[in-house]
């Protein structure tokens, strides 16, 4: 299967014979005034997120929490930075919405609408916007009412894995170690790390060098990169209960685990600094 790519990421590019480690050349650093700049935009981005945490009960659709989102943004003048990105797929639309809604099954990329969650769901809501001209990215898995064990312990283990990535980065070199962590983490409790959607670089735009898979990938092993201060990161693990492989469905955009097991997705952009990592799309600090 092809990768379906999507704006998450894209496949990490071959070809490198020798383990190198990836410079400033192909990574932009940024500044603390940049820094600054993107804890704003990040901050809006959380704010959104937790006007759909509060909304989310079985009955609501995943249209609603799109429009409370839109509205968000729309009050404060933030450019949502997901509609209108067009389809990896030939003849497929662009996407239509200001944030992804992938229940249970999905992983990524569900498009929002008339669906109506219902208790036991789990929903991925994820979302970015462009505030002053700088970038903010972050996704969260929620529970509809009361869900399964089995569930609530795929929505911990995922949340905990991206807090243990940016622990990790609080001591680490370079990324390599950190994504070794945060695979292990998810092999001992018996998941999967989805392995075709990545990471990226954040910044003035949604996606730059470098990308940022939370598995040690072939690639990475070939061209690790720098955790230095000024590098941003989109950290977005994404887990599933059952099988790591995923499909895209006719729509062009939402992609889901091939024996349809739920999976989870958790997203904070992270900023290294002189004093470690720090996370930028949180609603306080
Ligand atoms: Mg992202
Ligand atoms: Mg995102």
């Known amino acids: 299967m092809n990768n379906p790519l999507g704006w998450l990421g894209k496949s990490v590019s071959e070809g490198v014979r020798s383990r190198t480690v990836r410079h400033r050349s192909t990574v932009q650093l940024k500044s603390a005034r940049e820094l600054g700049l993107m804890r704003d935009a990040g901050r809006i981005v959380a704010q959104a997120l937790d006007k759909v945490r509060q909304a989310v009960i079985p009955g609501v659709t995943t249209g609603e929490l799109n429009r409370l989102v839109a509205e968000h943004f729309d009050s404060v003048s933030a450019v949502p930075l997901f509609k209108g990105v067009p389809s990896s797929m030939k003849g497929k639309p662009s996407f239509p919405a200001v944030v992804c809604a992938s229940v249970n099954e999905q992983v990524v990329h569900g498009v929002p609408g008339s669906r109506v969650l219902k208790e036991g769901d789990v929903i991925s809501i994820d979302t970015g916007c462009r505030l002053n001209g700088w970038c903010g990215d972050s996704a969260y898995t929620f529970a509809v009412g009361n869900i399964s064990a089995e569930k609530q312990r795929l929505l911990d283990v995922t949340r905990e894995t991206l807090a243990i990535a940016i622990e ?66 989109a950290i977005e693990p994404m887990v599933a209960l059952g099988t790591k492989n995923v499909r895209v469905l006719p729509d062009g955009w939402t992609v889901e685990t091939t024996d349809r097991r739920a999976a989870a997705h958790f997203e904070h952009t992270v900023a290294m600094t002189s004093d470690g990592p720090r996370i930028l799309t949180l609603l306080e600090g």
């Open 168 to 233: 990790t980065m609080k001591t680490a070199k370079t990324w390599s170690v950190v994504a070794h962590e945060m695979e292990i983490y998810v092999r001992r409790h018996g998941m999967s790390v989805i392995e075709q959607f990545v990471g990226h670089g954040i910044g003035q735009t949604m996606h730059e060098e470098p990308q940022v898979p939370n598995y040690v990938s072939e690639s990475l092993r070939k061209q690790d990169f720098l955790l230095e201060p000024g590098l941003v990161l």
